[in-house]
């Protein structure tokens, strides 16, 4: 009998994609698309082909800006269809503030009032638009909220009226009954010099100054935080710490580039590896969404492998991440590295009597010196596991 592909994505993986990008044509800043466009719904069906469970959408990923009324409802509808009929959930729903050039200075940030004003109007119809399709998240990525000259006005002010907008957007999902969860983006630079909230540190920061703190997290991606020189895991995990991993872009980027967005795992093996097996070990339940698109040498086959690319790395590395977690070797090390004698007194809580044991104790710097760290033969281990020799 054939062994069932065990990297055959399936929906209890929550794998999804943006339609942005399936349908990302490979254009950039110095040359045009170089594949032909299509539609959503094609994107929907090809989604379902390569096994993914989810897509996600912009506003005008699916709606074009001039719409009309009556257009947009053809469109929602018929895009319903083929979601229902290809069996593909949307389980978030995002708003462009960058694309068109009425956002070049900004969106919830901008210096004219009214394209402050416009940028929560959009805002709050794309959660109208996410909340019909059902999406429970709402990304906020703010790529025009930034500067190329601090002159323009001051960065304290951009981070108060940036907390005017989402408390304003959270009071609506409120009235709406819309049940959304805000998950904010960071990202260092490009398309800005410098855009405010660079880092998911920036927003984790931030999300307690709001009205409803409880509604708002993050949606850290792999690239953004590689392109600031950060460790990502490090992010996701004090996001996840704090209870505000709400969302995650997966993608990959070789640090000090500019904005790759490469299929995940295919520029840093081993940082993916640390971040699967840490969202595996703490068991998060949320989307697994890849924000990254294909090479521009691709046409459409060629995007059909980078999807497929994306959730097999994805998987693949999950199941490195139970051959560690299972692997005796590193179980030992792992056991010694954090052993001490009886004798050691605790830290925890602050008590009178604990404090004063603590200041009473003697401690034997030597004895603890001699003590093994073996985090050269733990990261070996960890390379044999992910090249396939152990
Ligand atoms: C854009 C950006 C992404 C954001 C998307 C959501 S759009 O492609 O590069 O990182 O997640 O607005
Ligand atoms: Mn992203
Ligand atoms: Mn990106």
Redesign the pocket.
Same mark, same amino acid.
């Given at each position: 009998m054939k062994r069932q592909d065990p990297y055959q994505p399936q929906p209890q993986h929550k794998f999804s994609f @943006?339609l942005?990008t399936l349908g990302n044509r490979g254009r950039d800043p110095f040359g045009d698309a170089v594949r032909p466009p299509i539609s959503p719904g094609q994107i929907v069906e090809m989604l379902a082909e390569v096994g993914a469970w989810g897509v996600n959408l $912009?506003d005008n990923d699916l709606v074009p800006i001039e719409a009309s009324a009556a257009e947009r409802d053809r469109i929602v509808r018929d895009f319903k269809k083929a979601c229902a009929q290809n069996g593909i959930v949307v389980p978030m729903a995002?708003v462009?503030l960058f694309f068109h050039p009425v956002f070049r200075d900004g969106a919830f940030t901008a210096n004219d009032p009214e394209v402050r004003a416009y940028a929560v109007q959009k805002t709050m119809r794309a959660m109208d638009l996410g909340a019909e399709l059902g999406a429970k998240i709402f990304?906020l990525?703010g @790529?025009r909220e930034g500067t190329e000259t601090d002159g323009c006005r001051r960065a304290d002010e951009a981070v108060k009226r940036l907390r005017e907008a989402v408390n304003y957007l959270c009071d609506y999902s409120i009235q709406q009954k819309y049940g959304y969860r805000f998950a904010l !983006?960071a990202?260092p630079n490009e398309p800005r010099a410098d855009i405010y909230m660079s880092t998911t540190g920036h927003y984790l920061g931030f999300i307690p100054t709001l009205d409803h703190p409880e509604m708002v997290g993050v949606?850290p !991606?792999v690239a $953004?935080e590689h392109m600031a020189g950060l460790n990502f895991m490090h992010a996701v995990a004090q996001a996840w710490e704090a209870g505000k991993l709400f969302h995650i #872009?997966l993608n990959d980027q070789a640090p000090g580039r500019y #904005?790759q #967005?490469l299929r995940f795992g295919s520029a840093n093996l081993k940082s993916a590896f640390w971040l699967v097996k840490f969202l595996e070990d703490v068991g998060y339940d949320g989307s697994r969404h890849f924000?990254a698109h294909a090479y521009r040498t691709e046409d459409y086959e060629g995007v059909k492998d980078f999807a497929r690319g994306c959730m097999r790395t994805y998987l693949i590395l999950k199941e490195k991440a139970a051959s560690w977690n299972a692997d005796k070797e590193i179980a030992a090390i792992l056991a010694e590295l954090s052993s001490a004698p009886k004798t050691t007194p605790a830290v925890g809580k602050y008590s009178k009597a604990g404090a004063a044991k603590l200041l009473a104790h003697v401690f034997d710097k030597d004895a603890i010196l001699r003590k093994r760290l073996p985090y050269e033969r733990l990261d070996q281990l960890t390379v044999d596991i992910l090249t396939g020799v152990r």
């Amino acid at each position: 009998m054939k062994r069932q592909d065990p990297y055959q994505p399936q929906p209890q993986h929550k794998f999804s994609f @943006g339609l942005w990008t399936l349908g990302n044509r490979g254009r950039d800043p110095f040359g045009d698309a170089v594949r032909p466009p299509i539609s959503p719904g094609q994107i929907v069906e090809m989604l379902a082909e390569v096994g993914a469970w989810g897509v996600n959408l $912009h506003d005008n990923d699916l709606v074009p800006i001039e719409a009309s009324a009556a257009e947009r409802d053809r469109i929602v509808r018929d895009f319903k269809k083929a979601c229902a009929q290809n069996g593909i959930v949307v389980p978030m729903a995002t708003v462009s503030l960058f694309f068109h050039p009425v956002f070049r200075d900004g969106a919830f940030t901008a210096n004219d009032p009214e394209v402050r004003a416009y940028a929560v109007q959009k805002t709050m119809r794309a959660m109208d638009l996410g909340a019909e399709l059902g999406a429970k998240i709402f990304v906020l990525w703010g @790529g025009r909220e930034g500067t190329e000259t601090d002159g323009c006005r001051r960065a304290d002010e951009a981070v108060k009226r940036l907390r005017e907008a989402v408390n304003y957007l959270c009071d609506y999902s409120i009235q709406q009954k819309y049940g959304y969860r805000f998950a904010l !983006e960071a990202k260092p630079n490009e398309p800005r010099a410098d855009i405010y909230m660079s880092t998911t540190g920036h927003y984790l920061g931030f999300i307690p100054t709001l009205d409803h703190p409880e509604m708002v997290g993050v949606n850290p !991606e792999v690239a $953004h935080e590689h392109m600031a020189g950060l460790n990502f895991m490090h992010a996701v995990a004090q996001a996840w710490e704090a209870g505000k991993l709400f969302h995650i #872009d997966l993608n990959d980027q070789a640090p000090g580039r500019y #904005d790759q #967005d490469l299929r995940f795992g295919s520029a840093n093996l081993k940082s993916a590896f640390w971040l699967v097996k840490f969202l595996e070990d703490v068991g998060y339940d949320g989307s697994r969404h890849f924000d990254a698109h294909a090479y521009r040498t691709e046409d459409y086959e060629g995007v059909k492998d980078f999807a497929r690319g994306c959730m097999r790395t994805y998987l693949i590395l999950k199941e490195k991440a139970a051959s560690w977690n299972a692997d005796k070797e590193i179980a030992a090390i792992l056991a010694e590295l954090s052993s001490a004698p009886k004798t050691t007194p605790a830290v925890g809580k602050y008590s009178k009597a604990g404090a004063a044991k603590l200041l009473a104790h003697v401690f034997d710097k030597d004895a603890i010196l001699r003590k093994r760290l073996p985090y050269e033969r733990l990261d070996q281990l960890t390379v044999d596991i992910l090249t396939g020799v152990r």
